[in-house]
């Protein structure tokens, strides 16, 4: 059995995606497998097309798709799971997304929010689970603190956002763009257009959390900005990964700096992950309280077309490829 | 009422420490006054003496003194506090340690260990809460982790080398001196002496925690070492404040870097510490699991000598200074 998939030959530009043929994988012991109906695009993927982030061991190399929504299409044989065929679902894979057919390991699958579409929900997984291992796990923010979110306008931020937001934090957010802070003010937070300068004079007093996706120069910034006792998640470095440090503002404030990736994570963490996000995010979205940030849904012929958009840094929120005319 | 107190007049040399009289603190509410009968060096009372670490707002400024055992002398009027005069108690403060009496909140007092004799217990506070703060609070070290204690034959070192053990961590030390590794050995480390040298090609195997107290040059080998999901504890900065830091290292191996020093603490924070000490690690030393290591204890006349032998560098575990003749 053959399904469609998008494929990079080699590592490059646009020129190397196609949309081809490849094997429909098939079922083991402990995994589902999901008739994908839309997967979004993710910066990572732009970075694993040029051939600078190579999928982790264990996930297919040539088909991108870091998240993905469907509905459960086959279970294994007779195994007792909590899933049904037909059961709309969404989830994070370490590769292999942007395909008809996906399959996951039973524990790591999400219900889709009801009543939500799958276009809708495919923009979820990547970025509030992200955004949720962050700042709820890892920098455990809580109610009346300050949070900055760089990169304000990318679906992280705007998760980050909506999340800082439901637990009371005061948030300021950068962006290059004057017109995504404007959009991304309608999530409570107070802009910093970084288009002609840096952050750091903009911020008027100590930040306890911040969601950093730049490292380099800004690295130096972040740990001045930090209150004592203040936490410092580093998702990415847009910006250069070298960076001189004054461990004094680390030790002095006793600040955290705490690398997080969702990539190489093992199915253990995953699926503990997918277990809290099940019980403590998801009805959020049920309720109306939080919202995926679409900026367009593309046919997945057009997956190139998503590639351009996202390189230009133009979107607002995630661009999300539906295999589904019907969807 | 007036008290003995090693006091320093401005910064410089040991010429600038005298014993003199100041006035007997009084007792506020929710405070107690001890009697100190021991108090340990450390240090941080060099670097003061050197007018380099100057008290936190609302502790003496003048009198060193970080930590401190004695005997509960008075209780604020009726209060209803679970202190009576005489007990035995430790603790640990921002300064004024090193003084006949010291004015201490009732809640940031610890027992002193059953039948320990105080210039014993003198030597716990800010050893083993520190290392207790680091490795099991901030650190989450677990059983069969590794873990790498730099200054390994210091007062934390050998404090964290202790609770490493207990918590069943494989443990590496390193020290310039083959004598403190030598000794620091009965605590299960196996030693890498660094008198030649650097550390980084003496560890074969990734660590999981990293208990530093260099920062400078050590943080790239230090970052370098840990295994992913790796915690670095940074508790001082003998070797310098500067590092090239490459950020990749955090980010990719999903690294911690958690900045931790003591003294600043508010009272809050050292009263939930001594109370889950007082739980958890007092019974420890009353069983013989954990035992302070005190290299000598000088009367209090001899406090010049003391910060001589700390400077030299040739001590193994704390010295102690003694106000009382017959403790």
Request: net charge negative.
């Amino acid at each position: 059995m053959q399904m469609r998939a998008v494929i990079f030959d080699g590592a490059g530009g646009t020129e190397v995606i196609r949309l081809g043929e490849v094997p429909k994988p098939a079922v083991a012991p402990g995994q589902v497998r999901v008739r994908v109906h839309a997967a979004a695009l993710n910066r990572a993927d732009l970075m694993q097309r040029r051939g600078r982030y190579p999928a982790p061991p264990g996930w297919p190399s040539q088909i991108p798709g870091l998240e993905f929504a469907g509905e459960v299409e086959a279970v294994y044989r007779d195994d007792a799971t909590r899933w049904t065929p037909g059961d709309r679902v969404m989830g994070l894979v370490g590769g292999g997304g942007q395909a008809e057919y996906v399959v996951v390991g039973e524990d790591e699958l999400i219900p889709a929010p009801e009543g939500m579409a799958l276009s809708d929900a495919a923009a979820i997984p990547e970025s509030f689970l992200t955004a949720y291992d962050a700042l709820v796990v890892r920098a455990r923010l809580r109610e009346g603190e300050r949070l900055l979110i760089h990169a304000a306008g990318s679906g992280l931020g705007t998760a980050a956002a909506q999340l800082g937001r439901r637990i009371g934090a005061a948030m300021l957010g950068t962006s290059r763009s004057a017109a995504k802070l404007a959009r991304a003010a309608v999530f409570g937070l107070s802009g910093i257009d970084t288009s002609e300068g840096g952050f750091r004079d903009a911020v008027h007093e100590p930040v306890d959390v911040i969601l950093d996706v730049l490292g380099g120069a800004a690295f130096r910034d972040n740990l001045e900005l930090l209150a004592p006792g203040g936490r410092l998640l580093l998702l990415g470095l847009l910006a250069g990964s070298s960076a001189e440090t004054d461990l004094q503002l680390i030790l002095r404030k006793r600040l955290e700096v705490i690398g997080t990736v969702m990539r190489p994570r093992g199915a253990g963490e995953r699926a503990r992950l997918a277990r809290e996000f099940t019980d403590a995010v998801v009805p959020l979205f049920e309720h109306g309280v939080l919202v995926p940030v679409v900026d367009r849904v593309l046919p997945v012929e057009d997956v190139r077309q998503g590639h351009e958009a996202l390189e230009a840094n133009d979107t607002f929120g995630k661009i999300v490829l539906s295999w589904e005319s019907d969807d």
